[in-house]
C-alpha cells in the first residue's frame, strides 16, 4: 500500500512538470535577441547583419548574438561608411557591406522590411 501511495504521488508530481516554469505562468514568447530599433540585412550565403544606428546616424552598433560593437562615421565619397579603425560598414541606400581588416565579411546585404 505504501509503495503505491509513492508512485501515485511521483506520477503526479511529473505530470506537474511538463508545464512548470518558475518566472511567472509560462515563458516569454519567441523574440529576436537584438533591439527592436535595429535594422537588419540579410547577405550573401544566407548570413545575417544586425545594425543599430545610434546618435541620428553618426554612429553604428554592429550587432551579433555573442558581442557588438560600435563604428562612428567615417569620410565616405559615397554613401555612408562608419569604422572604428580596423572594422568598415559602408552603406549606400539599403545595401551594406562589412569588412573586417580589409576583408569582406557580409558581402550584398539588404534591408530586410520588418
Known sequence: MKRKIVVA?????LAGCSSWWPFGSSP????????ADATVYKCEANKTLIVRYLEGGKAAMV?????EFRLDQARSASGVAYSNGRTDLRTIG????LEEGGNPQYVNCRRVQQ
Open 94 to 97: 539599403d545595401e551594406v557591406q
Open 63 to 67: 550587432m551579433f548574438p555573442d558581442r
Open 9 to 13: 504521488c511521483a506520477g503526479a508530481a
Open 28 to 35: 516569454a514568447p519567441d523574440r529576436p535577441w537584438y533591439p
